[in-house]
């Protein structure tokens, strides 16, 4: 998983070096008819676990714990033709998601410690982001 992940950011790094391109002057004729796009577009197919979340109860003489283990989320496929975009709109890098859906499981919950028998299992199916947009920007 940690190889897909160093290959993703790789790619990415070295995505603006392989777009080079020779520049050669234009006149305003030429330029009244050019025009360009701007953003990036990002699609693949997107899983990954968490082997662990945990919540310490502080308050509790004891120390109480609530684990959820074996994390999983899968079939999180974002298309070519409808893809994740990335843009710059007012100051603020805007994130949309296109519809995309997916499933999140958890495989044990446990109350008291890693040690403690599990009470069950959780699985969220047919998660959908479809129509979010993200902005971010400093302040």
Sequence with gaps: MKIKQLAF????LAAPFMAQADMTAMDD?????VTGQAGISISGNFSGSVGAMVYTDTDATSGGELRMETITFT????????PMTV???DNKLQIGLPSMTGEVKVGAIKVGGSTSASIG???LSDLNMGGTTIKVWGH
Aim: glycine share 8%; charged share 15%; proline share 0%.
């Design 9 to 12: 950011a790789a790619a990415l």
């Design 75 to 82: 079939g999180f496929s974002i298309l070519d033709t409808a």
């Design 121 to 123: 299992s959780l699985a």
């Design 29 to 33: 004729a030429a330029m009244s008819g």
């Design 87 to 89: 843009d710059v709109e």
